[in-house]
């Protein structure tokens, strides 16, 4: 009878047939398969055994070298083992034997038929009972951290066949959709559908266009089973076997509440925590927007500087709550006075803006409507507690592009405005050049004023009074003059900011 394979010569029956039959391919299947398993292996043709790896000859007590000794010597040694290795098919069974030191070996085999080597040719696997719990430990350990660490981390992980169109999900993936575990795999389909609709396209496209061995990632939203929708970051590898199918792996963590602090420190940046309405800082780009929108299409619009002195008097005097209190109620009320293309701010305690839209800045161009509009809409009470209290409010108004060319000197120029406003009197104020001017002025003279007695440029000169009736003197008029080498004086503004220097020098006297 003559034996043909892929790995045999075509030989003649003789007493060592067997070894005869696969012996031109022994180096080469050694090379191939049992020099690199860390595992016992020992190849069976019609139950004689023909070949074992160094791992079969340590686990049986013998030296690694052992693994190179011919067939017949193999046949030899642990003649009750041999037997035990026939007939184990598709299963595995326990195997024992006394090794060369006289220990019991105690472990597990699992057979492979192996029809194409030879006629009768079984591949054996043999493990050590402890190797084998180590192994099944090993497994279950890493299965369980997979499980806790997806747990931990709010994510998932799934491993997708593309050209069969089936997926196999972690147990974190099915508990992230509320879906109870199924270890089978199921279609990949049914993944794309928990996507919106909207983003299913998105994300197959991504899929479509992935390179081999090259990680992407994206983020989009995931449906739950019960309705809820999570923010997830999807990150995604395509992998090509030896056979040239497609395998695709995927994280999916759930980054929900990641966006929702995201967004709400956006928010805190961005908006007055008390009114919710926007900020200095969001205020100062809105308007940086709007003058970079009028480069291209020239609009002006107009910003209201507005100061309600209630709020950090009532704070002074009530405290936090009452001040919190009146600001959002004069929130409320600006609210009411605008458009929605309108913004409304807080900057600072008793301090609010608004800037019009183009649209509503066409309807009042020099915004004195707009400005008188706050100001009786502050003149009304407020009931806080069993008080009524007016807020009442000053409004400075600004013009872009004729009082400003930037967001910060426009901001600028509208709280000039106001802060020109007298505390009685005219409650609006247009900003005009003059009104810079004054101000830097006032600046000026306070600054210097505060320290003229230190240097000496302060006097002092005194007017006699007398009764026009008697003639007698009735008294006299003290006049400070105050000699500045840099800073001029009208006579009209003396005498408004000079009484702590007046009495300094009184007291000098």
């Given at each position: 009878m003559t034996t043909t394979s892929s790995l045999s010569t075509e030989t003649s029956p003789t007493p060592g047939g067997a070894t005869a039959e696969v012996c031109a391919s022994v180096d080469?299947?050694?090379?191939?398969?049992?020099?690199?398993?860390?595992?016992?292996?020992?190849?069976?043709?019609?139950?004689?055994?023909?070949?074992?790896?160094?791992?079969?000859?340590?686990?049986?007590?013998?030296?690694?070298?052992?693994?190179?000794?011919?067939?017949?010597?193999?046949?030899?040694?642990?003649?009750?083992?041999?037997?035990?290795?026939?007939?184990?098919?598709?299963?595995?069974?326990?195997?024992?034997?006394?090794?060369?030191?006289?220990?019991?070996?105690?472990?597990?085999?699992?057979a492979r038929v192996?029809?194409?080597?030879?006629?009768?040719?079984?591949?054996?696997?043999?493990?050590?009972?402890?190797?084998?719990?180590?192994?099944?430990?090993?497994?279950?350990?890493?299965?369980?951290?997979?499980?806790?660490?997806?747990?931990?981390?709010?994510?998932?992980s799934a491993e997708i066949d593309l050209d069969q169109g089936k997926a196999v999900l972690s147990k974190g993936l099915y508990a992230l959709l509320g879906l109870p575990f199924h270890p089978k795999a199921v279609p990949s389909w049914r993944l794309l559908q928990r996507l919106p609709a909207k983003e299913r396209g998105y994300a197959a496209s991504i899929w479509q266009g992935a390179l081999p061995d090259e990680p992407f990632e994206f983020q989009h939203r995931l449906v739950c089973s019960d309705g809820k929708r999570l923010e997830v970051l999807q990150r995604g590898m395509v992998e090509t076997d030896g056979s040239g199918r497609r395998h695709g792996y995927v994280i999916i963590q759930d980054i929900t509440a990641q966006r929702e602090a995201e967004q709400r420190i956006q928010e805190l940046a961005n908006h007055d925590e008390v009114t919710g309405l926007a900020n200095r800082t969001q205020l100062l780009d809105r308007i940086d927007a709007a003058v970079h929108a009028a480069k291209w299409d020239p609009q002006p619009f107009l910003l209201l500087s507005i100061q309600v002195d209630q709020v950090d008097q009532l704070k002074q005097a009530m405290g936090y709550g009452a001040g919190d209190a009146m600001a959002m109620a004069v929130a409320s009320r600006l609210c009411t006075l605008t458009e929605p293309s309108d913004i409304v701010a807080r900057l600072d305690g008793g301090e609010f803006a608004i800037l019009l839209s183009p649209e509503s800045s066409?309807?009042?161009?020099?915004?004195?409507?707009?400005?008188?509009?706050?100001?009786?809409?502050?003149?009304?009470p407020e009931r806080l507690g069993a008080a009524e209290i007016v807020p009442g409010g000053r409004v400075g108004v600004a013009r872009f592009p004729a009082d400003a060319q930037t967001a910060s000197e426009l901001l600028e120029a509208a709280q000039t405005a106001r802060m020109g406003i007298p505390a009685t009197g005219e409650q609006v104020a247009i900003f005009t050049p003059e009104t810079r001017a004054a101000a830097l002025r006032k600046l000026a003279v306070e600054s210097g004023l505060r320290h003229a007695a230190e240097r000496g440029e302060l006097s002092l000169s005194y007017q006699l009074q007398a009764d026009l009736t008697t003639g007698e003197i009735a008294g006299a008029q003290v006049i400070m003059n105050w000699t500045s080498q840099t800073v001029t004086i009208p006579r009209q503004s003396r005498g408004h900011s000079g009484c702590e220097p007046l009495k300094a020098a009184v007291r000098g006297r």
């Open positions: 080469e299947l050694k090379q191939r398969i049992f020099d690199a398993t860390p595992m016992g292996l020992c190849l069976l043709i019609r139950a004689q055994p023909v070949l074992i790896n160094a791992r079969f000859a340590e686990l049986l007590g013998a030296a690694p070298e052992d693994a190179l000794r011919p067939a017949t010597w193999l046949q030899q040694q642990w003649p009750e083992l041999w037997p035990q290795l026939l007939g184990i098919g598709r299963g595995q069974r326990h195997v024992s034997c006394a090794t060369a030191s006289g220990r019991i070996f105690n472990g597990r085999a699992y192996l029809p194409a080597l030879a006629e009768g040719a079984e591949l054996i696997t043999v493990v050590d009972e402890p190797q084998r719990a180590q192994i099944a430990f090993s497994s279950h350990w890493r299965a369980r951290m997979l499980e806790q660490t997806e747990t931990m981390g709010r994510s998932g066409a309807l009042d161009p020099q915004g004195y409507r707009h400005a008188r509009a706050v100001v009786e809409a502050m003149s009304k």
